[in-house]
């Protein structure tokens, strides 16, 4: 049972315009959502998160949108850069010290075209 | 700060052969520890996680096991190896904030497990 649910596998967007990748959520528990980013070989490394008493968080070029009725989140790259060709998770936690195990999503490779 | 190592990088065994992957973590004490594996169209998934020593909580029924025999070290184990047991294999440590974040994981560098 997939809790998190990314159902793009891959994108591509021109270098300048906006990357827009969403996930889709089934537990109503979850507080937490975060995103992550993923290079070839290499561990994920944290992008930018959102509580779910928030609806938007930005920071920098990323923007995170958060509707919890919809149990749907987004995240937006603005403008797209060819650094930002890598694997984007989405991921989600309950939010309760004890029970802080994240759930990812299964990716979307994003690329990023010049 | 704190750190995690994840060894080896990179691993090619045969099938039916033992598997052991190590990953210690180091700036920080008693930390939440787990083991993902990222297999082709399956994302990350969750394998082990761990909240204390001798502590370890299965996630999916599989071919491995996990253990804590110290506060920072998590190993994960197979006594015989499938093919399907192939993928990248990921090590991390996670932090609860009270802030906007919830819980964050930091990850190893992963550990690509080719069975052949």
């Known amino acids: 049972d997939q809790q998190v649910k990314q159902n793009s596998p891959s994108l591509s967007v021109q270098e300048g315009r906006i990357s827009i990748l969403n996930c889709d959520y089934t537990?109503?528990?979850?507080?937490?959502f975060l995103w992550y980013k993923k290079y070839p070989a290499e561990g994920p490394t944290f992008l930018i998160s959102i509580s779910s008493i928030k609806d938007k968080n930005e920071d920098g070029r990323f923007t995170v949108f958060l509707n919890k009725s919809a149990k749907h989140l987004s995240l937006h790259i603005v403008p797209s850069q060819p650094g930002d060709s890598a694997v984007y998770f989405c991921a989600a936690s309950e939010g309760n010290f004890g029970n802080e195990k994240l759930t990812f999503g299964t990716g979307t490779r994003l690329t990023i075209i010049p | 700060s704190q750190t995690i190592h994840q060894w080896p990088a990179t691993l090619v065994q045969p099938v039916g052969s033992p598997l052991s992957l190590e990953c210690t973590v180091e700036?920080?004490?008693?930390?939440?520890l787990y083991w993902y594996r990222q297999a082709a169209g399956r994302g990350l998934q969750l394998l082990f996680y761990?909240?204390?020593?001798?502590?370890i909580s299965s996630e999916v029924p599989q071919n491995l096991s996990a253990s804590r025999p110290q506060d920072r070290q998590f190993i994960l184990s197979s006594k015989k190896l499938l093919l399907s047991d192939s993928g990248f294999y990921l090590c991390?440590?996670?932090?609860?904030?009270?802030?906007?974040?919830?819980?964050?994981?930091?990850f190893g560098q992963g550990t690509r497990l080719t069975v052949v």
């Open positions: 700036g920080t004490s008693n930390p939440n």
């Open positions: 991390a440590w996670s932090v609860y904030w009270t802030g906007p974040k919830g819980t964050e994981a930091f």
């Open positions: 537990n109503s528990m979850f507080d937490y």
């Open positions: 761990s909240v204390g020593i001798g502590q």
